[in-house]
């Protein structure tokens, strides 16, 4: 069993930027692969960033892009996401996700078997 507990979240003026951390508890971070995702009020769950159980390998999503960069340290247990630039289009609450994956990394949240209880992300015009 993975815990997963996200931090970070808050009110930021567009242009603004944060950071998200998730802190795993449990089994062995390392082994993991970890993905953040993002929920809208009235819209579904999307694909933020992945990261690789190394964290050698990263994916980011095109509206993310170049704004949005996802970390990992294992000896720490925890996973980052830092946001900078932020749209009021980033408003949304954030999740923080985990997959046993050997190799590669993970985009699909029907794929990870843990998630954290996310945090809220509000950017004002």
């Known amino acids: 069993q993975v815990h997963l507990v996200e931090s970070g979240g808050g009110l930021v003026q567009a242009g603004g930027s944060l950071r998200l951390s998730c802190a795993a508890s449990?089994?062995?971070?390392?082994?993991?692969?970890m993905g953040w995702f993002r929920q809208a009020p009235g819209k579904g769950r999307e694909n933020v960033a992945a990261?690789?159980?190394?964290?050698?390998?990263?994916y980011h999503a095109d509206y993310v892009k170049g704004r949005f960069t996802i970390s990992k340290d294992n000896a720490k247990n925890t996973v980052y996401l830092q946001m900078n630039s932020l749209k009021p289009e980033d408003t949304a609450v954030h999740y923080c996700a985990a997959v046993r994956l050997r190799v590669g990394v993970s985009v699909s949240g029907s794929d990870f078997d843990y998630w954290g209880q996310g945090t809220q992300v509000a950017v004002s015009s």
């Open positions: 990261i690789d159980w190394s964290g050698g390998a990263t």
């Open positions: 449990g089994r062995t971070f390392s082994g993991y692969a």
